[in-house]
């Protein structure tokens, strides 16, 4: 088992700035990879970026790149979500996942999520 702490959310305007943390405990030697996804209200939960532990390879979507900067510490297993230049569009609940296995994309372990507000 893995469990994840999120930290971080907030209310900010638009244009600002947030950084959310996850934190990992447990079976943190069976990570492979670490993500946040997002889900706004009425909608589907979202990929947003993900960090491969081994050699820190990023991923983000379409829709955050440029602005958000995925990062971790190894020695504290805790991945970070830099999220600049955020937008309404980006209210929602944000989520840290973790995925074990390189074989598959499924995320096995979810944090219980940090409630990110942008106000126009």
């Known amino acids: 088992q893995v469990q994840l702490v999120e930290s971080g959310g907030g209310s900010v305007q638009a244009g600002g700035s947030l950084r959310l943390s996850c934190a990992a405990s447990?079976?943190?030697?069976?990570?492979?990879?670490m993500g946040w996804f997002r889900q706004a209200p009425g909608k589907e939960r979202e990929f947003v970026a993900a960090?491969?532990?081994?050699?820190?390879?990023?991923y983000y979507a379409d829709s955050v790149k440029g602005r958000f900067t995925i990062s971790r510490d190894n020695t504290e297993n805790t991945v970070y979500l830099q999220m600049n230049s955020l937008k309404p569009e980006g209210t929602a609940v944000y989520y840290c996942?973790?995925?074990?296995?390189?074989?598959?994309?499924?995320?096995?372990?979810w944090g219980q999520g940090t409630q990110v507000t942008v106000s126009s």
């Open positions: 996942a973790v995925r074990t296995s390189r074989f598959s994309t499924e995320y096995n372990y």
């Open positions: 447990g079976r943190t030697f069976s990570i492979y990879q």
């Open positions: 960090i491969r532990k081994t050699d820190s390879t990023t």
